[in-house]
């Protein structure tokens, strides 16, 4: 019998400030993180399964703490009793009545619970020999529709509904894997289009971006409207008529400055534009994307669970939306995000970057081609070209598209070295930080 | 030059769980807790600001953390420069980039930064020896309108309008003063209606509330249908026609089975129904209102931050909101919330009960009353008979009306002792716990 004998938590963050990467419109100074989490068991071979939160620095404290305070609900619990029932494992923890005070189903507590349920996940693809995207593929629909918390959902879907959109894949799903693993799944990349960047490096990491086979590139605005409307125009010019931008404001306006400010960027065409309001904003998106229609709206990469999507999608208030693999809670919250836009017919546009953002959402991702819409072409996985050095098993990016993983699991492991070095505030990286702040 | 000093915070619990106070549908077994914090100034006269986040029970030390998290924010800052520009310092609070993230504005991280705000102005109306609501009604409109973050409000209340409504209660604040002094304002109890209570000790509490002075009782429901029903009868039964009898689902329900449920329990003459489903769902809520009118429905007590509770009045998916002093972004935010609600001409039922929550809110129903609507008699605020000989300025309750209070600060100061005996896990009543389990 092998059981869980740790829930092993590092605080892991990366000087990233130093060099603007990642700086935004709400963001100036991030420094890249993960409150990450390993799941440790009794088994001979070293079984054990991996997870993170991806923080932008401070507070990646109390992230880890969260992360530690659902050790009592996981050690000495069998692992078979887990991963044969991660459904129950995820509403079980999701369920604890004192630990949902705290959000409910949402913020720090929330992914924290996100991150073991992923971790769980992890360890269960593993177990089975897998990469996660090919383990949830293997599933049958019925088992799939066990992993989903229905609460809250049943007025929008049910999950007769749901087992009708996953029996309509069965047939499909061997084909696509094989598709998957010929063609790989499509990438966009936002490398270009930190707000930090100066033109010229914006325009170079463009024409680079196209050479490198991306058909989509995201450029950060909402700081400065003659800033976005300069570098929109020159990032047009440099990619050509054929390569989709979109952009991205982080949440920086209201309501009604979005629609204003959306107007002089209508003329560069854009793929869509990301966060224009506060995430928590269903009204304010449905208001923001009736103004400016045709110009596509979206959001999602900071939605707080299941049911701020299925009211974005009820409302009709995005185009499309983003998904991220380690804000709401776990692969099972987002099989239900998931199931919803297939339900109501929007694409999903998965967020990544951050650390191992990129290493985990390709999974959900191809799952979904498989096993749940059968589309990919028409959609692409965010990519940032930073920080895969310290994964394990680093995404793998060929002509603008994501390779299929092949190795087991959910490829959230770290190099047990980076984590070392990176740990904060002791880790030789930090020291080295504050070293160069005494000079 | 008075600074601050230090930003202790203490892991308080209480163990209630044993005699299922506070039990329902959702919380079967809380045990009440606050993470408190303590804003410290080198003041001779020991001045010092007193917050806290109320929990119910595992997480608390999550909650603590993340207070703790916020010293570097707070420690070595001129008390004159919070003080005088609390709006100010809401704002660098919630607007620290690298901690909003953890939210945004929602969830562990937003209630630390809550209470660390109410921490600032328990110690701004201490230094001005006033009561925290006599310390806001003595505000211009103009200082009252910089207290609030508009940003993501202006689609729905822009600063202009807020000014507009605040000006109206100007010319009334001297009369309503002595009002309120002299009649107090009401109180409903939710001290009868617990679920863990057996049919006659609620009775028996239901006759007391009546005979006490109070106009509103409120039952939780949720877990059986029949029950309900039983003890809603029962109920109405004891207290007479004239009584208001309010419910609690305390977000048991899907929409469906929300309208489904509620139908039974329309001939009760519901004062309202509270939080029928998921806090987060507005669209939700809205169709249930419409599917049960005219059972007035409410949710806040969990409502995550102003942007939902803008979205709520929008969609007209309430009838009455309840606040909550400890989970938004402080005072500032609940003046955001107070001031929405004004607009939309829905009333506020103020939320209480756990640890310190009435001694908290009071406070905000009482600056609503006089800077803000001017009503107090067709709301209430709730009271729970429980916990507040752990405060040193606790409420007072007289034939069903709250007692505005007159010591100066916010009142969420507790007493040393019931801080040191219910320190989590050290403490001596937990260490007495812990005994007789033992056992």
């Known amino acids: 019998m092998v059981t869980i004998t740790a829930l092993d938590t590092f605080d892991v963050r990366f000087p990233t400030s130093i060099d603007h990467d990642g700086s935004d419109a709400m963001n100036p100074d991030p420094d890249y993180s993960a409150a990450y989490v390993v799941m440790r068991t009794d088994s001979p071979d070293g079984l054990s399964g991996y997870g993170l939160v991806f923080t932008i620095g401070r507070g990646n404290d109390v992230q880890t703490a969260a992360l530690a305070a659902l050790e009592p609900r996981v050690i000495g619990r069998r692992v078979e009793d887990i991963v044969e029932r991660l459904g129950d494992f995820a509403r ?48 049958t629909p019925e088992q799939i529709v066990d992993q989903v918390d229905f609460r809250y959902l049943t007025d929008a879907l049910t999950p007769h509904r749901a087992l009708e959109i996953l029996r309509a894949a069965e047939p499909h799903k061997k084909l696509r894997i094989a598709q998957l693993e010929a063609e790989g799944y499509p990438a966009y990349t936002t490398s270009p289009g930190w707000l930090g960047y100066t033109d010229e490096k914006m325009q170079r990491l463009a024409r680079q971006a196209v050479d490198d086979g991306f058909r989509t590139i995201k450029l950060k605005v909402g700081l400065h409207l003659e800033d976005d409307i300069r570098r929109c125009r020159l990032a047009r010019a440099t990619v050509g008529p054929d390569i989709a931008i979109a ?22 065409g854009l793929a869509w534009v990301e966060e224009p309001t506060s995430p928590d904003d269903v009204l ?37 939306i983003q998904i991220d693999a380690a804000r709401v809670g776990g692969v099972n919250e987002n099989l239900a995000i998931l199931l919803l836009a297939a339900h109501f017919g929007v694409r999903v546009f998965p967020h990544a970057g951050g650390v191992g953002l990129c290493e985990l959402v390709q999974h959900l991702a191809m799952a979904d081609f498989v096993a749940i819409t059968g589309k990919k072409e028409d959609r692409a996985i965010e990519f940032v070209d930073h920080l895969h050095e310290h994964f394990v098993d680093p995404v793998r990016i060929v002509k603008g598209r994501y390779v299929a993983p092949t190795a087991p699991g959910f490829s959230a492991q770290m190099h047990p070295a980076s984590i070392r070095d990176h740990l904060y505030p002791d880790g030789i990286v930090w020291q080295g930080v504050a070293m160069a702040a005494d000079r």
């Open 247 to 268: 952009v991205d404001a982080n949440q920086r306006w209201d309501v009604g400055s979005a629609i204003e400010w959306l107007k002089p960027l209508e003329s560069v």
């Open 284 to 320: 304010g998106h449905a208001a923001i994307r009736r103004a400016v229609a045709p110009t596509p709206i979206s959001t999602g990469e900071h939605g707080q669970n299941r049911v701020l999507f299925k009211q974005l999608l009820q409302a009709g208030a995005v185009d499309l």
């Open 92 to 139: 079980q923890l999701n369920g604890d009545s004192q630990l949902r005070w705290l959000g409910p189903e949402k913020g720090v507590m929330h992914m924290a619970i996100g991150a073991v349920i992923n971790a769980a996940w992890d360890l269960a693809a593993r177990r089975a020999g897998k990469p996660l995207w090919r383990f949830i593929a293997d599933m």
